[in-house]
Structures are given as C-alpha cells and as structure tokens.
C-alpha cells in the first residue's frame, strides 16, 4: 500500500522516529504507547507539512508535539493503571537486563513532569539546552536547574548502582 | 566517559533496542485523518459564526410590525417589482398634470395584487399618509383607520375606502400601476368581510413597536425623511421629484385664529405661532373651532410660496387642546 507520503515526508519520519520512541519510552515507561503517540506526531508533523518543513527545527517542534501528548494521554491516567499492572512483580520475563532497564524507566517515570522533560529532552534526545527552553517555553538556566535536580533525584536511586558497577 | 555520557548512555539502553522503521502508511492515513478533521472543524466554525447571522438576518424583517419599503420607485414610474407575498412595495404616480406625484402601495396578499393611494381620506385637519400593517395585514393610519388589502373601508372614521389603482401584468415579475379608481363606500369590498373580525392590529398601533421618531410614513417614504424642513422653509424649499416638500414643525388650529404652522410656538396659553409663519391654504386657513388644538408632526406640502398650500399629514401627534398640554420635548 502507497504510504501517500511526499520523499521529504517520509525521509522525515524515518530520520526522527527512533528518537522520538525513545523519548517517549522513557518519558512515559510504556513502549507500546510511545510507538502510538510517536506515530500521532509524526501525523500531525505530515499533516500541517506546508508549516513544519519551512521551521528552523522541525524536529524540536515535533518533540514539543509528543511531549504534550504524552502530557494529555498521562493526565487521562490510563497509563498509570497500566505501569502498575506491568511492574507487577508476577510478569515472568524477568532477566537483569531487562530489570536494569524497568528500573531505569520507573525511576524516570517518578520524576516531576518538568524535571523528566528536560531530562529526556537534553539526555535523550539530545537536543541543546536552548531549544529545550524553548519547547519547554522557559529560561534556558531553569532547564538546567530542572535537569541537575532530575539527575540527582535519578543518582539517589539507580545511577549511584549503574555508575558504582563500571 | 564524563558523567554526561554515562547519563545518556543510561538513559539510551533504558529507552530500549529500538523499535524499527516508522510505519508510514499509518502515519499518512493519520495525518489524512487530521486534515480532513480539521477541515470539518474550520467548517463548523465558519457555520456557526454565520448561519445565526443568516437566521437573523431572515427572521428579524418577519418581526418588524412595519414593511421597511426602501426609497420609493422613481416617480412617474408606473412599473414596480411584485412584492413577496404578504408584503409591500411603494411607487409614485403622476397626478393630472404631472408635476406631482401621489405616493402609492402596492401589496401581494394571497397572490392578488393591489394598489391602492397611500394617502387617507379622512382627517380634520387633511390627508394622513397611509402605511402597511404586516402582522393585521391590512392598511391602517395612526389615527385609528383600517382598510382591507383592496383598500375597502374597515374601520374607523373614514365614509369609504382608499383611492385603488387598476394593476396589469407586466414583464419579469412585475406590474404596471394603471388608472386610478373610485373608492368603495363603507360596506363594500373585502372590508366588509374583515369588519369586526379580530386583526392583528395591535402591534401597529402600539407606539412601542413604531419606528422612531414616531413616523410610520418615514418608515414607508423614507426617501421624504432626506429633505425635512422647517414650515418657514417649507413655501421656500426646493421640492423632491414627487413635487412635495416635507416638513415638521407645530399647527396650531382653531381657537379663533387663523391656522398657521410653526417651528417653535409663540406661546401656550393662548396656543399661537409667531406672527408670519405660514398658513395653509383652503378650509384649514379659516378661523376654526373656538378650541385650539396644537399638532406636532410631519407634514407633506406642495411648496406654493409664500403660502403652503394642500399640506398633508405624515405623522403627526396633537399635543395640546385649547392650551393644556405642551410641546414634546427634544
């Protein structure tokens, strides 16, 4: 079936994709919801396309546009309900690995809103603090402040262990 | 490796392996869906901004107790467009001589049009202007006086109807005004049919509901409300092409005095105009009933200096008999 995509389109969704997912594994723990919030930006990037190709970073605008989403989709609360049920001790695949990662998410997932935007934003995706101000509409000094609290709040739980075992 | 990178490496293994190319048929059916979405939503907004306005604009005309006619058609123009059903259209027509012209209404009632002369027969003190009454559908003067669509008598003081015009076909829904026609006497015609049947006159005689400045004739002729002046302009004043001159002022009548027309009264008591204000000429010019009655209003002259002769009343209020009362105010 023809994508009914344009080759900049397409090159676009390819480039950003991976990035955007995980970003939003990580700032909502949920893979599966990320891959449908990921592809719900991407769609609204597409369809307002005659706009998007013409900004200076079309990608940090698309970063904004999931993040939101992911705002609005964790307000509705469904997601909470089922992080519970996907923490629940009785899910068998359980491998260290696979552990360090959940810890890894859940601890990230615990972070104030804010403090995992600019988190994920500047660690994850990369993107420099300024335009991280700007999506998250503040002062670049606050998006520091914000990341330095995350990070210590995320050293106190896990990363003293990951950084303790290299 | 900084801390930095220890941070992103952390963060990179706990977001996952990856998860493949995009699925991109899904995303362009979503952003198809978006598009068409937000269509509907431009849509639905540009239709609840203006269908209310197109709703009002349709029902507001139904409201209105009066028919807002527009400028009358070009005097001596004897061809009008045939009215909506229900409603009215005004026109001019040449009187003998044709250098003045009777104002005339035409109406569809039903699918029957007639035409009929837009001026009372009955008054004291002259002719009074004549408008259409929607809601009643009928004819009706402020004074009380009601006719039927045929301009058959209905009610009021009046001994017969109004002066009708013969109406023939013409060309692209129109009709042409013909010659004028002898009114029925009372108890002939439509009107005798309507007489003492409820109408809905109500809202036409309810000073509540009449257009401002308490000129239901404007409301009909307001192409007359472009040029009023002051009774001792009027005998002065360059007519309109209908070869009338209309003006608002004070007549002052009766009290054994000679009938005069004013812009401001002289006095109350005795009700007067100032010395050289003029008079109108016929009956009304004679000294009239021992009681004087004082009438504010706007009138309709054939300018014929340096008198106002065969004035007619537009809309007029009596504000004083024999000295009580006053003028009103503003």
Redesign the interface.
Known sequence: ?????TADQ?AF??RE??RL???L??YLGD?ETA?DL???A???A??AWGRVSRMQAPGAWLHRVAINLAKRHLRRGLLGRRALERHDPSVATWDADVA??LA??AA?ATLPARQRTA??LR??T?LPVIEVARIMRCRPGTVRALTSQA?AQ?RGEL?HE??AD? | ?TD?Q???A???????P??G???????????????QR?RTAAAGVVASLVLPLLAAAMVWPALQPWTQLGPAHAPGEPVVPIPDPGEAVAAWTPEPGGRLFTPVLVVNVRGEIHAVRALSPHSPLGEMAVGWCRPAQAFVVRHGDVFAPDGSYVDGPPQHGLVTYAVEPASDGHVRIGEARDPLPRGQGDGARLAGRPLALDRCFDADELPPGDAMVLHHWPAEADRVVTPEEAPTARPGPDGWVVFEGFLVHGGGRPTALCAELLSMDPPACPEGSPRPRGDLARPGAEVALVVHGLFRGRPDAPFVAEFTHVATRIVAVDGVGGPPSG
């Open positions: 079936m023809p994508s009914e995509l397409a969704c390819r994709h991976p997912v995980g970003a594994v990580l893979a891959l990921a592809q719900e991407l769609a609204r597409c369809a360090d990662r890894v998410r990230v988190l994920v660690y994850y990369d990070l995320l990363l990951a950084v290299d | 490796m930095d220890r941070v992103r952390v963060l990179h293994d706990a977001a996952g990856g998860c190319a995009p699925d991109l048929a899904a995303i362009a059916r979503r952003s198809r869906r978006l598009r937000r």
